[in-house]
């Protein structure tokens, strides 16, 4: 059985940083891709970034990059996302999903998280 479950999120004022976590579990989690995606209220669910298996692929999301970096402790079954510069507009709830391959499609991941709210004043 697969689970995930983020932790991090927080309130924090425009300009700061936080770091989001999801702990896996599964003995197949080194072989999986994993993605963060987010969600604000009356949106559509959101690609963030995802890491392939091994962490030697990396795709962001044009409205993150430069700010996110996604990583991944295989030896932890953990993957983070390191947010920086934090805007208004990055509040929403995030989710950790694991697939088979890295990519930005949501449909392709066959695990998700409940989520963690990120909340940015400005």
């Known amino acids: 059985q697969v689970q995930l479950v983020e932790s991090g999120g927080g309130l924090v004022q425009a300009g700061g940083s936080l770091r989001l976590s999801c702990a896996a579990s599964?003995?197949?989690?080194?072989?999986?891709?994993m993605g963060w995606f987010r969600q604000a209220p009356g949106k559509e669910r959101q690609f963030v970034a995802a890491?392939?298996?091994?962490?030697?692929?990396?795709y962001y999301a044009d409205s993150v990059k430069g700010r996110f970096t996604i990583s991944r402790d295989n030896a932890k079954n953990a993957v983070y996302l390191q947010m920086n510069s934090l805007k208004p507009e990055d509040t929403a709830v995030y989710y950790c999903?694991?697939?088979?391959?890295?990519?930005?499609?949501?449909?392709?991941?066959?695990?998700w998280g409940q989520g963690t709210q990120v909340s940015v004043s400005s």
């Open positions: 999903a694991r697939g088979g391959k890295v990519t930005t499609e949501p449909s392709e991941y066959n695990f």
């Open positions: 599964g003995r197949t989690f080194s072989t999986a891709a």
């Open positions: 890491i392939s298996w091994g962490g030697a692929t990396m």
